[in-house]
């Protein structure tokens, strides 16, 4: 039979999305590190916010935003007009394929990078196109050398999920320099606070219109169920992504959080360390185990191993122990695992199990 309900091309090159694993059946006492979400969870401030929520549920949240933004201004010493906010910063991103991208139009990313760069490019109908990284960090001569005419957006997560590597500004800055001003490069600043001293690249929106910053909540913020990112850009693209953004795509309690979450600096800086800490730890005790492991700039770490079933393996005897981990063949690393940083005591945990994995092993 002749299909008469068919979607746009390219929708259906789109892979469906398969979210970090939370439950290893049979197993107690487990613990997800599939997902880099903050193990402390939010703000206790943010908590109470969410909560107080409760008697206007049934009352339309702002749409414009504006305390939010200005909340996040605030805290990040930025133009409040060039701030947008958006459910999840995946939704900036899928914001900037629709207003930017369309059929035979590129949509540039990174070799490993986030996986919804392709998502987002191929649902808007342009062309994804994957550009090799230099052993898993942005390589901008490779970026540079890809661009053509048609090329349109080039994304790039600073630090990057799932490699934790991350570029310094002196390279955006020649990515920068080395593309025509009517591509747009988005810095995508999912895990920009772990970077001590990085602004996620907010001063270099400030220079050029052709870049915009995406960040979120959902990461040392802990507010990945609520759903709130944001976008910084200039103000005629702010203008632009505004038209697409639904009056109410982000829920009352969400904002609320939001606002209170930015506004404990120091409950985010508490975290900070603690992740600083707990990643240390960990990356010396893997590689002290003799598994190859790269510095990471972010709340996880991405251990190498010799093979693809050597990673299952590890994988294997993780979830056995409880330990919830990626795998990110998806992202063609076939022989490593992202394990997220949690509490010290996951770290000891995750530790003590490779310790003991790697025994059996010889
Ligand atoms: C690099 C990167 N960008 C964007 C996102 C999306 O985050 P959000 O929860 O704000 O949609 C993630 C989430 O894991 C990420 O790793």
Same mark, same amino acid.
């Given at each position: 039979?002749?299909?008469?309900?068919?979607?746009?091309?390219?929708?259906?090159?789109?892979?469906?999305?398969?979210?970090?694993?939370?439950?290893?059946?049979?197993?107690?006492?487990?613990?997800?590190?599939?997902?880099?979400?903050?193990?402390?969870?939010?703000?206790?401030?943010?908590?109470?916010?969410?909560?107080?929520?409760?008697?206007?549920?049934?009352?339309?949240?702002?749409?414009?935003?504006?305390?939010?933004?200005?909340?996040?201004?605030?805290?990040?010493?930025?133009?409040?007009?060039?701030?947008?906010?958006?459910?999840?910063?995946?939704?900036?991103?899928?914001?900037?394929?629709?207003?930017?991208?369309?059929?035979?139009?590129?949509?540039?990313?990174?070799?490993?990078?986030?996986?919804?760069?392709?998502?987002?490019?191929?649902?808007?109908?342009?062309?994804?196109?994957?550009?090799?990284?230099?052993?898993?960090?942005?390589?901008?001569?490779?970026?540079?050398?890809?661009?053509?005419? &048609?090329?349109? !957006? %080039?994304?790039?997560? $600073?630090?990057? @999920?799932?490699?934790?590597?991350? *570029?310094?500004?002196?390279?955006? #800055?020649?990515?920068?320099?080395?593309?025509?001003?009517?591509?747009?490069?988005?810095?995508?600043?999912?895990?920009?606070?772990?970077?001590?001293?990085?602004?996620?690249?907010?001063?270099?929106?400030?220079?050029?219109?052709?870049?915009?910053?995406?960040?979120?909540?959902?990461?040392?913020?802990?507010?990945?169920?609520?759903?709130?990112?944001?976008?910084?850009?200039?103000?005629?693209?702010?203008?632009?992504?505004?038209?697409?953004?639904?009056?109410?795509?982000?829920?009352?309690?969400?904002?609320?959080?939001?606002?209170?979450?930015?506004?404990?600096?120091?409950?985010? &800086?508490?975290? !900070? %360390?603690?992740?600083? $800490?707990?990643? @240390?730890?960990?990356?010396?005790? *893997?590689?002290?185990?003799?598994? #190859?492991?790269?510095?990471?700039?972010?709340?996880?770490?991405?251990?190498?191993?010799?093979?693809?079933?050597?990673?299952?393996?590890?994988?294997?005897?993780?979830?056995?122990?409880?330990?919830?981990?990626?795998?990110?063949?998806?992202?063609?690393?076939?022989?490593?695992?992202?394990?997220?940083?949690?509490?010290?005591?996951?770290?000891?945990?995750?530790?003590?199990?490779?310790?003991?994995?790697?025994?059996?092993?010889?």
């Amino acid at each position: 039979m002749t299909k008469i309900i068919t979607p746009k091309p390219g929708i259906m090159d789109i892979e469906l999305y398969v979210g970090g694993k939370s439950h290893a059946v049979g197993i107690e006492n487990t613990v997800k590190l599939s997902s880099n979400e903050n193990p402390f969870g939010p703000s206790p401030k943010a908590k109470d916010a969410y909560r107080n929520q409760t008697d206007f549920l049934a009352v339309y949240p702002s749409s414009d935003h504006n305390e939010l933004r200005q909340a996040i201004a605030n805290i990040n010493r930025l133009n409040f007009e060039q701030v947008i906010c958006g459910n999840g910063s995946d939704e900036i991103i899928t914001f900037l394929c629709q207003a930017f991208a369309g059929v035979g139009d590129e949509v540039l990313f990174t070799e490993h990078g986030f996986g919804m760069y392709r998502i987002c490019a191929l649902g808007a109908g342009a062309t994804p196109v994957e550009v090799p990284e230099n052993s898993r960090v942005t390589d901008v001569d490779a970026l540079i050398e890809r661009c053509t005419e &048609n090329t349109k !957006l %080039i994304f790039i997560a $600073n630090p990057n @999920n799932p490699t934790g590597t991350f *570029i310094p500004l002196t390279e955006i #800055e020649r990515l920068i320099d080395g593309v025509p001003k009517n591509i747009l490069i988005i810095l995508d600043g999912a895990y920009a606070e772990y970077v001590e001293g990085y602004d996620g690249g907010a001063q270099l929106v400030e220079m050029h219109e052709n870049v915009v910053m995406t960040r979120t909540f959902s990461k040392v913020y802990g507010l990945g169920g609520l759903r709130i990112g944001w976008g910084y850009a200039s103000p005629e693209v702010v203008d632009i992504l505004a038209r697409l953004r639904g009056p109410f795509n982000i829920n009352r309690a969400a904002l609320s959080a939001a606002i209170a979450a930015v506004n404990d600096e120091n409950y985010v &800086n508490e975290c !900070l %360390i603690q992740n600083n $800490n707990c990643g @240390n730890f960990l990356i010396n005790e *893997i590689r002290n185990l003799g598994f #190859e492991c790269d510095d990471t700039y972010a709340n996880f770490i991405l251990p190498r191993f010799i093979d693809e079933n050597q990673a299952d393996a590890a994988n294997a005897a993780l979830e056995n122990a409880g330990l919830i981990v990626r795998q990110v063949k998806g992202y063609n690393l076939h022989n490593c695992l992202r394990i997220t940083i949690g509490k010290e005591v996951d770290c000891y945990r995750v530790i003590n199990t490779l310790k003991k994995f790697k025994e059996n092993q010889s």
